[in-house]
């Protein structure tokens, strides 16, 4: 299985801030990721999709990057509703696995 | 709009069995690939089971193998997951979730979730 291993597990940010949370596979996915946002009692939402292409509706200041094992999901300055849990995914290999998520929180 | 609605969830007995459902609306059901993903309150995402469009091909988990199994019925747009003996560890929320079709197996919709808990 591959195993995605996200950092930092949790952040704490002001609004106004740019937050980068990463992402490493451990084996090559080439741009096989995707990224989602899950706020409490909500199901995930996808954000990011191979890898760098954001989602219909998905604010611009979400950005995501990388290929083959290694990725990042930048927020380029946090606002109220984007603290949330977040997750990122390998759409490469069944079966098909989740990041530990990473919780960006109010400093 | 997509909408995926999931419904079965409850309380079950450890070895005992429930039968979820996920009603699509929409778009195009019987086009998609469809998942299960689970999460246990407070803990992470985990996939579950795959469907391809027709119903003809399946995958697991190992952790469900044999025991979980996907199926879905296109004439009335929905996705099922039928669990037998059920373990206390299958406890958690289930989300149905469409498969993002051109990026990968992602999932670009995913349901309200419908929470399982299996418990004497």
């Known amino acids: 299985d591959i195993q995605m291993t996200q950092s930092p597990s949790s952040v704490s940010a002001s609004v106004g801030d740019r937050v980068t949370i990463t992402c490493q596979a451990s084996?090559?996915?080439?741009?096989?990721l995707a990224w989602y946002q899950q706020k409490p009692g909500k199901a995930p939402k996808r954000l990011i999709y191979?890898?760098?292409s954001l989602q219909s509706g998905v604010p611009s200041r979400f950005s995501g990057s990388g290929s083959g094992t290694d990725f990042t999901l930048t927020i380029s300055s946090l606002q109220p509703e984007d603290f949330a849990t977040y997750y990122c995914?390998?759409?490469?290999?069944?079966?098909?696995?989740f990041g530990g998520g990473t919780k960006v929180e109010i400093k | 709009e997509v909408q995926l609605v999931e419904s079965g969830g409850g309380l079950a007995q450890p070895g005992g069995s429930l039968r979820l459902s996920c009603a699509a609306s929409?778009?195009?059901?019987?086009?998609?690939?469809m998942h299960w993903v689970r999460q246990v309150p407070g803990k992470g995402l985990v996939w579950v089971s795959r469907?391809?469009?027709?119903?003809?091909?399946?995958t697991y988990a190992d952790s469900v193998k044999g025991r979980l199994t996907i199926s879905r019925d296109n004439a009335k747009n929905t996705l099922y997951l039928q669990m037998n003996s059920l373990r206390a560890e299958d406890t958690a929320v289930y989300y149905c979730?469409?498969?993002?079709?051109?990026?990968?197996?992602?999932?670009?919709?995913w349901g309200q979730g419908t929470l399982v808990t299996v418990s004497s």
């Open positions: 979730a469409r498969d993002g079709y051109t990026s990968g197996y992602d999932f670009d919709f």
């Open positions: 929409g778009f195009a059901f019987s086009n998609y690939w």
């Open positions: 469907i391809n469009s027709d119903g003809s091909n399946t």
């Open positions: 084996q090559g996915i080439g741009s096989w």
């Open positions: 191979a890898a760098s």
């Open positions: 995914q390998q759409s490469n290999t069944f079966p098909l696995t």
